[in-house]
């Protein structure tokens, strides 16, 4: 480029001299040191900080470390994962594997476009010194030859591990486990609360933090990165007598709700259910809104697709179902039933009816769909609310069984999913226990009530490796779907579960104390 000097001559104005060399740079793909030099030259020129920078500011060279080894390196790890991912490799990552033998310059050949992204991440740490007036020439220099440094060894082409070790891990063969639990991520925050984000983080059940504020944009460049995303990960796996991971859907929940994302989830967790069946995996249990009714119809469709899979799909909802009827004090002669009637609500409220438990409805046309699955004598104690009595055909029932709205909310004990709105919950008198039977919780509104878990059991102590909590439950602790999957392998079960098809509730809840799983019966306030 022996042009420049003459070029520098033409543009009077810095920054017009500066925009046509980074031009040239994008037009003739040129070296990655000409641009970096460029990006320094502007903001040397866009900057009085940087042109006043003092020699040394230890401030300033503690503040860039820990940019550096948190943000920073948590963002290179994502982007690189997602470099070698289907679309941006085959497109443009592939190019810097194009080298037959690597060497240090393998580490800058790469597309602008990734010269770019690159160049934005590493100068997080020192656009921050920079504003933060803490910047000096060495934190600047001794970053930047620090990043330069182990980019050039680590594509030097040797490792420092012996050829032995090579060698014997080559020979290994890849350990499948007999269990998989397929989750998805919840919240935005959620990510950082998976083993490859902040371990000390995922050891503790998931809550709003006041810093998640100050990482958003991180966060929203995690949500965006997920919605790319075509592969499903491995969160954590454990052993006891099985082998047991979980596998997690690149989805967030509001985007189960998106009539757009369906296809692309249901592709997921098929694509999932296939890998699972061509690795010989015993069991696959479907959690959250993977199994969500009007998604797949509780994992139905996929059988309906490949009538022949060898995996058992799991829902898990007769554990569900067990774990909610225990929860439920004895003594108890009524309870409420409010939320989305799903597959494990329509259940719980037959086994409660079967066993002579009142249960009162304040939907209408719910009631008439759980009235017309009971018998005569059974369907006495499904109890609608007197003022949802007009939307009952009144030749066809009985009016003393409609309980009018002030008894209704005058019950005790409320199962509760799905749809429970906050004003509902104002409503209910003092000291209701609120038992949840869908896989979210509710929101606690109430101080002077009291709020079980969602449907969950405690682990065996023998259960290894248990690092991370699932999801908002404590340590040690997994929700009735995770732990149906397991029994169902300890048990050499030969059956799926999924659509309407429903296990033994009582034998599955004897298997899941058996095998020394014990029933959770923490309760909290708002």
């Avoid at 005569?376 to 409609?402: C, D, F, I, M, W």
């Avoid at 690092?467 to 048990?491: D, F």
């Amino acid at each position: 480029m022996s042009h420049m000097p003459n070029l520098k001559q033409k543009w009077k104005n810095p920054f017009a001299y500066a925009a046509h060399l980074l031009a040239v740079v994008l037009l003739t793909e040129d070296d990655q040191i000409i641009l970096l030099g460029l990006l320094f030259y502007i903001g040397y020129l866009m900057s009085e900080q940087a042109q006043h920078m003092p020699m040394w500011r230890t401030d300033g060279i503690i503040i860039t470390a820990l940019i550096h080894i948190g943000p920073v390196e948590f963002l290179y790890y994502w982007l690189h994962r997602a470099l070698h991912d289907h679309f941006p490799y085959s497109r443009y990552h592939s190019h810097h594997h194009s080298s037959i033998v690597t060497e240090p310059n393998t580490a800058v050949i790469h597309p602008f476009v990734e010269v770019i992204a690159y160049a934005m991440l590493f100068f997080i740490p020192l656009v921050i010194t920079l504003f933060t007036g803490t910047a000096s020439v060495v934190s600047f220099g001794a970053y930047f030859t620090y990043i330069d440094f182990m980019n050039y060894m680590g594509h030097c082409n040797f490792e420092l591990n012996s050829d032995t070790l090579y060698e014997q891990s080559l020979e290994r063969k890849a350990e499948l486990p007999d269990v998989v639990h397929l989750t998805h991520l919840t919240t935005p925050e959620s990510i950082y609360h998976l083993r490859l984000g902040f371990s000390s983080l995922a050891s503790k059940p998931h809550t709003s933090k006041w810093y998640f504020w100050l990482m958003w944009p991180v966060t929203l460049w995690s949500f965006l990165v997920t919605d790319l995303w075509s592969h499903i990960c491995c969160r954590e796996k454990f052993v006891q007598q099985l082998k047991i991971q979980t596998w997690t859907i690149p989805r967030y929940s509001i985007q189960y709700f998106m009539q757009r994302q369906r296809d692309a989830i249901n592709k997921l967790i098929e694509e999932a259910i296939m890998e699972a069946d061509q690795k010989g995996i015993r069991v696959l249990s479907l959690g959250l809104l993977n199994q969500d009714e009007q998604l797949n119809r509780n994992g139905e469709l996929y059988l309906r697709r490949h009538p022949q899979l060898k995996v058992k799909v799991i829902d898990g909802s007769s554990l569900a179902v067990a774990v909610v009827l225990n929860s439920v004090p004895k003594g108890t002669s009524q309870v409420v039933l409010r939320g989305r009637l799903s597959k494990v609500a329509k259940n719980i409220a037959l086994a409660l009816c079967e066993g002579g438990i009142q249960v009162i409805m304040l939907d209408g046309e719910e009631y008439k769909r759980l009235e017309a699955r009971l018998s005569t004598e059974v369907a006495t104690n499904l109890v609608p609310s007197k003022s949802y009595a007009s939307k009952v055909q009144r030749g066809k029932e009985n009016p003393s069984l409609l309980l009018p709205r002030h008894l209704f909310y005058g019950l005790l004990i409320w199962l509760v999913g799905d749809g429970l709105t906050q004003d509902e919950q104002m409503k209910a008198p003092k000291g209701t226990l609120f038992i949840p039977y869908s896989q979210f919780p509710p929101r606690k509104v109430r101080k002077d009530c009291f709020y079980f878990n969602t449907p969950a059991i405690i682990t065996p102590k023998h259960l290894e490796n248990v690092y991370s909590c699932e999801n908002w439950l404590p340590r040690r602790v997994m929700s009735a779907w995770r732990i149906a999957g397991i029994l169902h392998a300890l048990e050499g079960w030969n059956e799926h579960e999924c659509g309407d098809m429903m296990l033994d509730t009582e034998r599955v809840w004897k298997a899941s104390l058996t095998h020394g799983f014990c029933p959770l019966t923490k309760i909290s306030v708002a």
